[in-house]
């Protein structure tokens, strides 16, 4: 058994963010049903990547609303609203991300929703909280990236800012609200009382950074100086952290003893004895580094370094990885089934319980696939 | 009140991946004990990289493991191991992220544990998970985005290039974090306990799961823009691009309107829906030609008016001084057990309007050792 079987969530939530923590929730257990307006479902269903297209919708709202069901109501209409109201009155969790106010206007927010549902756990997620000059601004992954700094991290130098490039606001919020929703839930088994979880992308990606935002804060205001060689992993870190190009494709090194690693690739690192120096100096050890590595191919360089135990490792693309014995042996891959017959295949929840997998076939649904079981399950009508 | 109140976590972890995660429960409410060696600790303490020392310890230690404590104790002491069995017989939760094996043969696994307190929730970490030909790798941060594709999503075309801080640790223990919370509320409900398991791999995939289910689909690797590259799946404009006087980032926007916006007339023929994407390189370089003849704000006061998506790239000294950051309260000073005092930024969460804040820093290795034998052991022996 799944750890949140018997737990309904209504997701009133699109795009990106909350929908990833509707989907984390269904795949641990719970029966999540996304509130889409008729015919033309949530606004995602047409935001593409690559241009791609499944059964009328794109390929990234089949990747995030798989294993979901789909219930349609037009929330301006005084019917369908009070069929919502009473599907609300049974559920145990409520998502949205509208900006401020929209809710209010619709008479869902969480004082209203309270009324009706007096154990409800209300789940928020804004852009940029709900006070404040940017409240109203819209909360993009790109935008909230570009304002909190993480624009600094990755890159060389001389780069200017470069993004991480991929939603990773977006994740982030949406691995918190899950975390948020789920305390929630643990503190209504003792109050037997609604509860509250607001998160926002600029929070949660400042989260995601407080590791080097508390280093900033205690060193004085010193901003990160990314190193100015290509490949450099990481603002805050000694040589040799970074990829480097090798004879025939790419090694990465992590974090180690430089005189180890600098013995095991035949460089003569005796300049750069103390710690200090391989930060200090980082940008002349990784050039001496790089112009080594060149000199022979990843394999021959993994060898070496392994049996010495370096940290280090080969740089592989989705080509390379997918097919790797180390990632099939996890099982990770899974594939859906998509209405007309032909499946897709996407990953798996990560996490396991109890030693197993979780996997489902279920494929996002059409706009409204659900409605009319919901309303005979639930008696709506 | 907190969510985890009265929770009691046990926690083995070190490093960052597992500390993050137990950061979270104990800003919940939990109490989190750390398990130390004496002598070292946690290896983060000294051994992970940063080069800035705060009261003798790494900054990056303090920010994982305020709102701790740390109980030091020698896993292969009898007399220890004994304190130990007597705290995990009290705790909701155990977690460790040691290598596959490790935990078996200190005999503090799953399995034993779970003979001993039959509803504990256990949670590990893993760099590759506990089978197949990777499991004995070191789970660090870089290997693993190295390893799993990440590194040819961000930058523009060219060589592969990481991204800039530890995010599949983080990551991991977010998974961690949801995974024991998803057990806990379960065991709220019936009492059952539960084995949660994570690994680096597994989340460094969750987080790419669109860009992989896209490769499955139509066996394309991520192609990067030439230039001002956000995210290799989207057309032009997505992306940074300098100003007169300094960077702004551009989101959406149809390119002919863009061009009528910013007065750029070489946009305009750029009338095909389907030329954002194919022809990106060429309609980014027109605009970021464009972008540097007039300051930031001038951009922006033309865009945000028009509700294009955009927004001013700041760094952090910029961004808090804004009253955007402000608002949100995120920064918090917290104070160690001798006096010294440090800012970091609090929980991403809110709960019932209240954030999660605690002003308890990180603990000196073994400084709650009398403290937990007082309130927790001596009253269980016999």
Same mark, same amino acid.
Request: some cysteine; overall charge negative; hydrophobic content about 40%.
């Given at each position: 058994m799944?750890?949140?079987?018997?737990?309904l969530v209504?997701?009133?939530a699109?795009?990106?963010a909350?929908?990833t923590?509707?989907?984390?929730?269904?795949?641990?257990g719970?029966?999540v049903?996304?509130i889409?307006r008729p015919?033309?479902?949530?606004?995602g269903r047409q935001?593409?990547?690559?241009n791609?297209?499944?059964?009328?919708?794109?390929? $990234?709202?089949h990747?995030i609303?798989?294993n979901?069901?789909?219930y349609a109501?037009d929330?301006k209409?005084?019917?369908?609203?009070?069929? $919502?109201?009473k599907?609300?009155?049974?559920?145990?969790v409520?998502?949205h991300n509208?900006r401020?106010g929209?809710?209010e206007?619709?008479?869902l927010?969480y004082?209203?929703?309270?009324?009706?549902?007096p154990r409800?756990i209300?789940g928020i997620?804004?852009g940029?909280?709900?006070?404040g000059p940017?409240?109203l601004r819209p909360?993009?992954?790109?935008l909230i990236q570009?304002?909190?700094?993480l624009?600094y991290l990755?890159?060389?130098k001389?780069?200017?800012?470069?993004?991480f490039?991929?939603?990773?606001?977006?994740?982030?919020?949406g691995?918190h609200?899950?975390?948020?929703?789920?305390a929630?839930?643990?503190?209504r088994a003792?109050t037997?009382?609604?509860v509250?979880?607001e998160v926002?992308l600029l929070?949660?990606v400042?989260?995601m950074q407080f590791?080097?935002?508390?280093?900033y804060l205690n060193?004085?205001g010193?901003?990160?100086?990314?190193?100015?060689?290509?490949g450099?992993?990481?603002?805050?870190?000694?040589?040799?952290?970074g990829?480097?190009?090798t004879?025939?494709?790419y090694?990465?090194l992590?974090?180690?003893?430089?005189q180890?690693i600098?013995?095991?690739l035949?460089c003569?690192l005796?300049a750069y004895?103390?710690?200090t120096?391989?930060?200090?100096?980082r940008?002349?050890?990784?050039?001496?580094?790089?112009?080594q590595?060149?000199?022979?191919?990843t394999?021959q360089?993994?060898?070496?370094?392994e049996?010495e135990?370096?940290?280090?490792?080969?740089?592989l693309?989705y080509?390379?990885v997918?097919?790797h014995e180390?990632?099939l042996?996890?099982?990770?891959?899974q594939e $859906?089934?998509?209405?007309d017959?032909n499946?897709?295949?996407?990953t798996?929840?990560?996490i396991?319980?109890n030693?197993?997998?979780?996997y489902?076939?279920?494929?996002?649904?059409?706009?409204?696939?659900?409605?009319e079981?919901i309303?005979q399950?639930?008696?709506l009508? | 009140?907190?969510p985890?109140d009265?929770?009691?976590?046990?926690d083995f972890?070190q490093f960052?991946?597992?500390?993050?995660?137990?950061?979270?429960?104990a800003d919940m409410?939990?109490r989190?004990?750390?398990?130390?060696?004496p002598g070292?600790?946690?290896?983060?303490?000294?051994?992970?990289?940063?080069?800035?020392i705060?009261n003798g310890?790494?900054?990056?230690?303090?920010? #994982?493991?305020r709102?701790?404590?740390s109980?030091a104790a020698?896993?292969k002491?009898?007399t220890?191991?004994?304190?130990?069995?007597?705290?995990?017989?009290?705790?909701d939760?155990?977690?460790?992220n040691f290598?596959?094996g490790v935990?078996?043969?200190?005999?503090?696994?799953?399995q034993?544990?779970?003979?001993?307190?039959?509803?504990?929730?256990?949670g590990?970490?893993?760099?590759y998970?506990d089978?197949?030909?990777?499991?004995?790798?070191p789970?660090?941060?870089?290997?693993l985005?190295?390893?799993t594709?990440?590194t040819?999503?961000?930058?523009n075309?060219?060589?592969?290039?990481?991204m800039g801080l530890?995010?599949?640790?983080?990551?991991?223990g977010?998974?961690l974090?949801?995974?024991?919370?998803?057990?806990l509320?379960r065991k709220? #409900?019936?009492g059952?306990g539960?084995?949660?398991?994570?690994s680096m791999?597994e989340?460094a995939?969750?987080?790419?799961?669109?860009?992989i289910?896209?490769?499955?689909?139509?066996?394309?690797?991520p192609?990067?823009?030439?230039?001002?590259?956000?995210?290799?799946y989207?057309g032009?404009?997505y992306g #940074?691009y300098?100003?007169?006087?300094s960077?702004?980032?551009?989101a959406?926007?149809s390119?002919?309107?863009l061009?009528?916006?910013?007065?750029c007339d070489a946009?305009l023929?750029?009338t095909d829906?389907?030329?954002?994407?194919?022809?990106?390189?060429?309609i980014?370089a #027109?605009l970021a030609k464009?972008l540097?003849?007039?300051?930031t704000?001038?951009w922006?006061?033309?865009l945000?008016?028009?509700?294009?998506?955009c927004?001013?790239?700041?760094n952090w000294?910029?961004?808090?001084?804004?009253?955007g950051f402000?608002?949100l309260?995120m920064l918090?000073?917290?104070?160690m057990?001798?006096?010294?005092?440090y800012?970091?930024?609090?929980?991403?969460i809110?709960?019932?309007?209240e954030?999660?804040?605690?002003s308890?820093?990180?603990?000196?290795?073994?400084e709650d050792?009398?403290a937990?034998?007082?309130?927790?052991?001596?009253?269980?022996?016999?």
């Amino acid at each position: 058994m799944k750890p949140l079987e018997g737990l309904l969530v209504l997701e009133f939530a699109q795009f990106m963010a909350a929908p990833t923590a509707g989907l984390r929730l269904a795949d641990l257990g719970a029966r999540v049903i996304k509130i889409e307006r008729p015919v033309k479902g949530e606004a995602g269903r047409q935001i593409a990547i690559r241009n791609l297209f499944v059964n009328g919708d794109s390929l $990234v709202f089949h990747t995030i609303n798989r294993n979901k069901e789909s219930y349609a109501a037009d929330l301006k209409d005084a019917a369908d609203l009070e069929r $919502v109201k009473k599907l609300i009155a049974q559920a145990d969790v409520l998502t949205h991300n509208f900006r401020p106010g929209v809710m209010e206007k619709i008479g869902l927010d969480y004082e209203s929703v309270k009324v009706i549902n007096p154990r409800i756990i209300y789940g928020i997620v804004t852009g940029y909280g709900s006070k404040g000059p940017w409240a109203l601004r819209p909360g993009q992954d790109l935008l909230i990236q570009s304002l909190s700094g993480l624009a600094y991290l990755s890159g060389s130098k001389d780069n200017g800012p470069v993004p991480f490039g991929l939603a990773t606001a977006d994740m982030i919020c949406g691995a918190h609200f899950v975390q948020g929703i789920l305390a929630a839930l643990i503190k209504r088994a003792k109050t037997n009382k609604s509860v509250l979880v607001e998160v926002s992308l600029l929070e949660s990606v400042l989260d995601m950074q407080f590791e080097v935002i508390t280093t900033y804060l205690n060193d004085g205001g010193k901003l990160p100086q990314r190193s100015a060689i290509e490949g450099n992993g990481h603002p805050y870190l000694s040589a040799p952290y970074g990829i480097y190009e090798t004879a025939d494709s790419y090694l990465s090194l992590a974090m180690g003893d430089l005189q180890k690693i600098g013995e095991a690739l035949i460089c003569d690192l005796s300049a750069y004895p103390d710690k200090t120096s391989w930060f200090d100096k980082r940008d002349e050890i990784m050039l001496l580094l790089g112009a080594q590595i060149k000199s022979k191919t990843t394999n021959q360089w993994l060898a070496i370094l392994e049996a010495e135990g370096i940290w280090c490792a080969e740089v592989l693309t989705y080509a390379e990885v997918l097919q790797h014995e180390g990632y099939l042996s996890q099982g990770i891959t899974q594939e $859906v089934i998509l209405p007309d017959g032909n499946s897709l295949s996407t990953t798996r929840c990560p996490i396991r319980i109890n030693g197993e997998r979780l996997y489902s076939p279920v494929a996002a649904p059409r706009p409204g696939a659900q409605t009319e079981i919901i309303n005979q399950q639930y008696h709506l009508i | 009140m907190k969510p985890l109140d009265d929770y009691l976590i046990v926690d083995f972890s070190q490093f960052l991946s597992g500390p993050s995660a137990s950061l979270k429960l104990a800003d919940m409410g939990a109490r989190v004990i750390k398990i130390e060696k004496p002598g070292t600790g946690d290896i983060c303490r000294h051994l992970y990289t940063s080069n800035v020392i705060m009261n003798g310890e790494s900054s990056v230690f303090h920010a #994982i493991n305020r709102n701790k404590e740390s109980f030091a104790a020698d896993i292969k002491n009898e007399t220890d191991r004994e304190q130990i069995w007597n705290l995990i017989k009290q705790a909701d939760v155990v977690m460790h992220n040691f290598r596959p094996g490790v935990m078996e043969r200190l005999g503090f696994d799953y399995q034993c544990v779970k003979q001993i307190n039959p509803s504990i929730v256990y949670g590990e970490i893993s760099g590759y998970g506990d089978t197949g030909p990777w499991k004995d790798k070191p789970g660090q941060d870089l290997l693993l985005q190295s390893l799993t594709g990440l590194t040819w999503l961000s930058g523009n075309a060219g060589g592969p290039v990481p991204m800039g801080l530890s995010i599949i640790d983080m990551l991991a223990g977010n998974h961690l974090a949801q995974g024991i919370l998803a057990c806990l509320v379960r065991k709220s #409900i019936n009492g059952e306990g539960a084995l949660v398991q994570v690994s680096m791999l597994e989340s460094a995939m969750d987080f790419q799961f669109e860009a992989i289910t896209t490769y499955y689909y139509d066996g394309k690797l991520p192609e990067r823009s030439e230039r001002n590259n956000a995210h290799a799946y989207l057309g032009a404009p997505y992306g #940074i691009y300098q100003t007169a006087n300094s960077y702004m980032a551009l989101a959406m926007g149809s390119i002919p309107q863009l061009g009528t916006l910013l007065g750029c007339d070489a946009l305009l023929v750029y009338t095909d829906v389907a030329e954002a994407f194919h022809k990106r390189d060429e309609i980014k370089a #027109i605009l970021a030609k464009h972008l540097l003849s007039q300051a930031t704000e001038y951009w922006l006061d033309i865009l945000l008016k028009a509700d294009i998506w955009c927004a001013e790239v700041l760094n952090w000294e910029e961004l808090m001084k804004q009253d955007g950051f402000k608002v949100l309260d995120m920064l918090q000073e917290v104070q160690m057990s001798d006096g010294y005092k440090y800012i970091t930024t609090r929980s991403p969460i809110t709960i019932d309007s209240e954030l999660l804040k605690s002003s308890k820093g990180s603990p000196k290795l073994g400084e709650d050792n009398d403290a937990i034998i007082n309130q927790l052991l001596n009253e269980h022996h016999g």
